[in-house]
């Protein structure tokens, strides 16, 4: 491992215990129904900032970050919804277009099976009904 990888990690990890800190130290009373709700949607240029840059500057960018994770999150079978929600509305909002979200989530369909990627598309498009909503 290199210094700016080590770097790297622990700056990541001293990040995610700051967050935990902020949220609930305990994290006993954490409710996760809602949680999607909880966090607004960050803007593009918060998402490239934190996502795209801070984190790995020559890797990957926010909107490639997020459908990674979407297609993790239906690989999972789509059991964290509210995560699920939460990264299909930031992918939008980093430039996803709802063509690639549903063709990363089909994509995925040969890992985590139909059913899998069944409710990921349910939540999909429950979340672009949503965006459209707003939009009008």
Known sequence: MNDAYARLVQQMLES???????????LEQMQVKGF????PTLSKDMMEAWFGRTFNREGLDAKTRLLVTIAALTVLGAQAEPQMKLTIRHAIEAGASQREIAEVIWQMSMFGG???MQK?????????????????
Do not use: H, W, Y
Not at 16 to 26: I, K, V
Not at 36 to 39: P, T, V, W, Y
């Open 16 to 26: 995610g215990q700051e967050m935990l800190r902020a949220f609930n130290p305990a």
């Open 36 to 39: 999607d709700k909880m966090f």
């Open 114 to 116: 139909l059913p899998a």
């Open 120 to 136: 990921a598309l349910e939540i999909a498009q429950a979340v672009f009904a949503e965006t459209e909503e707003k939009s009008e």
